[in-house]
Nanobody
């Protein structure tokens, strides 16, 4: 089973940038699609961005398109989320997860993901 550990969160001002990292415990991580989710207080967890197991295909929530970039380094078993032009509404706990099955999946289907990390807090002040 792949275990995931997120890092890189923090307190920033609106307009700033942050890069989140998600380290996987197993080399098999490279066989799975992966995604970043976030959950704000009182709201449901939402899919922010996802990437195919090869890294060639990505998908984004409309709210972050053009500001966030998801990527992965399969040589380092690590997933990244580069966030630019942060807004107060981006404040949430950010989680990474991997797909339940290997290979190609519907990246935008939240139910396809599992193996959540402990999360990292991102707080954006106005």
């Amino acid at each position: 089973q792949v275990h995931l550990v997120e890092s890189g969160g923090g307190l920033v001002q609106a307009g700033d940038s942050l890069r989140l990292s998600c380290a996987a415990s197993e080399r098999t991580f490279m066989k799975y699609a992966a995604g970043w989710f976030r959950q704000a207080p009182g709201k449901e967890r939402e899919l922010v961005a996802a990437v195919s197991y090869t890294g060639a295909t990505t998908t984004y929530a409309d709210s972050v398109k053009g500001r966030f970039t998801i990527s992965r380094d399969n040589g380092k078993d690590t997933l990244y989320l580069q966030m630019h032009t942060l807004k107060p509404e981006d404040t949430a706990v950010y989680y990474c997860a991997h797909s339940k099955t290997e290979g190609v999946i519907d990246l935008s289907a939240s139910a396809q993901y599992t193996g959540w990390g402990q999360g990292t807090q991102v707080t954006v002040s106005s």
